[in-house]
């Protein structure tokens, strides 16, 4: 790179699955290269500030490593021999394999399959317009949000809350069950700016010291998916020592003294013997939030993936009803805003050419799915032909021997469309070179915050990489597929998408960068009223009909009716006696940067972090090589002591590739894909292990 050109500084957003969505600002030295990526000073919420990994964007654009030309599988299935071929036979062999799946087993045999490798709404939705128009399975997606809204939307009626830039005016900022130090740096802007301007105190609630923890005024240390004990007792105090908000719980909630009466009993001593957490701690947090007027609950999504997450989540955002902090500048509970934006994404998905009446597989299921499993596979056809843009279920799914047996079957076809060689692009048998977000024009949401922001094209893209837009339009014209949309560039998608849903015009986004989506006061705050018809916050949720609008599927279960701790978790037993979870690490996000030099040497390797008295009996030093197991498998890493858990709890900081583990196999050959309770999806951190030192 030319470092002696002065750049061009191009406004940007960032394409990765993390809340904030920051406003970028991206150095174009030329036509093919960028430079450095900072935080737009002028967006309110990024306010000049982003994480290291995607400040440092250019080492995965410029990668050598990236994926150039495409390429057809010449080896075993998984041996990761191929050699290259020409766009036009690629695209032919997909469309040929597509057919014949479809002649032999009715459409449903395709499986369209994607994620949030990108976020802009063309490049990533795009899927499911071909998925439509071919009547292919549809994809229901649980890996990450479904608990977590689905448990935020049943208090509160819909997915929305206070202005995160509130923050920033509040005397107490509660961070729970989300490490923002590692995966949204910008909460900690604001809670920080709190605590700086105001004296504000910063509370978090996490199942280990990470960075944010280690911030806090007040580190509340808890076992994994015992979220609810705590909301719990914390509610319990605030009935008991009169701190309860009663004008408010009489005009805005449910069911308050059924609430205060069902509390009696789950008083700080009974949530420390299920937490582990001090009782004196418990007392101080619920004293914090009883003695301060403007308290924001900044709720994350670590803590809803247990198999209790959904009534944890609930039980945490009913504590700003209690205490009525939803009154206040600075007080209440944030989410996710998604439901501030009322995005029409109908034209960039094809939806009115859906069919309701083809089945929808669960994401999170894919290695039942692909090893045959009937219930997973809804009584339907097998699936046989596949096209998987922007994720990387070999190394993210659940269940993963299951995924890998599924992805080696000999009559399934895989086409995986990617940034670089994947754990999912090695197993496939086309695989096609993907643009990166400086390639191609997108729009993004930022559901951390209240922005749309515009991504546009800012360079060529390397080599032959074309963009998911252009691969599912090239795809549809040799399937036969029809839709408007086929024909349009994603510049005219966008700009129809934003008049659609009443946000003005591509032009005017290009001039303004992004468009700041927050509602009033009043209405971020439900001064008027809760969104259910009768304007009541729900501490007895109706579950089967908390209006989740993702909801494919009913999970049979008898969720407490009222705030609890719910024993569905993988409580650990004699054979398995630890809990395991699979936290973000800071460097990676989800499976993506693991490529990245600095990310890498940041990270090192695998770790598992033990507790220096779990691992003493075990004759465990700090480094060793150890193994860890269930029923699922058994996964081989290295051991980090560190005081930072309650006893019996283990961590491993992820994603790496499977490679990086001794034999292949990665974190995710320990976590089940049961879904959970009411609405499907995956409990990456609920997991119960054995845990032992490697002789050899
Ligand atoms: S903090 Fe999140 S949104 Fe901001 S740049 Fe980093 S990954 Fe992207």
Not at 474 to 499: N, V
Request: hydrophobic letters at 40%; glycine letters at 8%.
């Amino acid at each position: 790179m030319n470092q002696t050109v002065r750049p061009r500084i191009v406004a940007s957003a960032c394409p990765h699955d993390c809340p904030s969505t920051c406003a970028l600002e991206v150095e174009v030295f030329d036509r093919h290269t960028i430079g450095r990526v900072r935080g737009a000073e002028d967006n309110a919420y990024t306010a000049g500030v982003i994480c290291a990994k995607v400040a440092r964007y250019a080492e995965r654009v410029h990668h050598p490593d990236r994926l150039m030309q495409p390429l057809r599988r010449v080896g075993a299935k998984g041996s990761g021999q191929f050699a290259p071929i020409s766009w036009d036979d690629a695209l032919a062999l997909v469309a040929e394999q597509f057919i014949r799946a479809e002649q032999a087993h009715g459409s449903e045999a395709v499986w369209p399959y994607y994620y949030a490798g990108t976020m802009g709404f063309v490049m990533r939705d795009g899927i499911n317009r071909l998925r439509h128009a071919k009547k292919y399975s549809g994809f229901h997606s649980t890996i990450c949000v479904n608990p977590a809204w689905t448990g935020f939307i049943a208090g509160t009626g819909k997915l929305a809350g206070t202005d995160p830039r509130e923050m920033a005016k509040s005397d107490l900022v509660v961070i729970w069950g989300t490490n923002a130090v590692n995966t949204q740096v910008n909460v900690m802007t604001h809670a920080t700016r709190a605590r700086k301007d105001r004296g504000a105190k910063i509370v978090a609630v996490d199942i280990y010291m990470n960075g944010t923890m280690r911030q806090a005024d007040l580190p509340v240390l808890i076992r994994p998916g015992t979220d609810g004990a705590l909301a719990c007792a914390v509610m319990h105090c605030l009935f008991h020592d009169g701190k309860a908000d009663w004008d408010y719980l009489n005009r805005y909630t449910d069911a308050p003294r059924e609430l205060a009466e069902h509390l009696r009993t789950r008083d700080p001593e009974w949530a420390s013997r299920i937490t582990g957490c001090p009782t004196a701690t418990i007392e101080a947090f619920a004293r914090l939030v009883g003695e301060t007027k403007r308290a924001y609950f900044r709720l994350g999504y670590g803590f809803s993936r247990s198999r209790n997450g959904v009534a944890n989540m609930h039980a945490a955002s009913c504590i700003a009803a209690v205490t009525g902090a939803w009154r206040y500048e600075g007080g209440g509970a944030f989410h996710h805003n998604d439901a501030i934006f009322h995005l029409d994404k109908s034209l960039i998905e094809g939806k009115d050419a859906a069919d309701p009446s083809i089945r929808m597989l669960d994401q999170s299921r894919i290695g039942a799915i692909l090893t045959g499993d009937k219930d997973a596979l809804r009584g339907g056809p097998p699936v046989t032909a596949m096209l998987i843009q922007n994720t990387n279920p070999v190394t993210v799914a659940p269940e993963q021997d299951a995924v890998k047996r599924g992805f080696a079957r000999d009559d399934l076809f895989v086409c995986v469309h990617e940034q670089f060689m994947t754990d999912t692009a090695q197993v496939a048998d086309v695989v096609l070179p993907a643009t990166m977000f400086v390639e191609h024009d997108d729009i993004y949401l930022a559901g951390g915050s209240q922005y749309l922001l515009l991504g546009p094209k800012l360079i060529e893209p390397p080599g032959e990489c074309r963009s998911n837009h252009d691969v599912i339009c090239a795809l549809a014209r040799r399937l036969g597929a029809e839709h408007p949309g086929f024909a349009m560039t994603p510049r005219q998608l966008i700009d129809l998408t934003l008049q659609k849903s009443g946000w003005g015009t591509l032009a005017e986004l290009e001039a303004n960068r992004w468009i700041d989506c927050q509602p009033d006061f009043a209405t971020a705050h439900y001064l008027d009223g809760f969104a259910y018809p009768d304007g009541k916050f729900r501490f007895k949720p109706d579950w089967p009909t908390v209006p989740f609008g993702r909801a494919h599927c009913t999970v049979r279960s008898a969720m407490p009716s009222l705030p609890d701790h719910w024993e569905v978790i993988e409580e650990a037993d004699s054979e398995h006696p630890f809990r395991l979870a699979t936290s973000p690490a800071r460097g990676f996000l989800n499976s993506s940067f693991t490529e990245t030099p600095t990310s890498l040497a940041k990270e090192g390797r695998p770790e598992v972090m033990i507790h220096p008295d779990d691992a003493a009996p075990l004759a465990i030093a700090d480094g060793d090589a150890v193994t860890l197991g269930n029923r699922r498998g058994a996964v081989r890493l290295h051991a980090r002591l560190f005081d930072g858990v309650r006893r019996g709890v283990l961590i491993a900081e992820s994603l790496w590739p499977n490679k990086a583990y001794a034999d292949g196999r990665g974190i995710n050959t320990l976590t089940g894909a049961d879904p959970i309770a009411p609405f499907g999806g995956a409990a990456f951190h609920d997991n119960k292990v054995w845990l032992k030192k490697q002789t050899n």
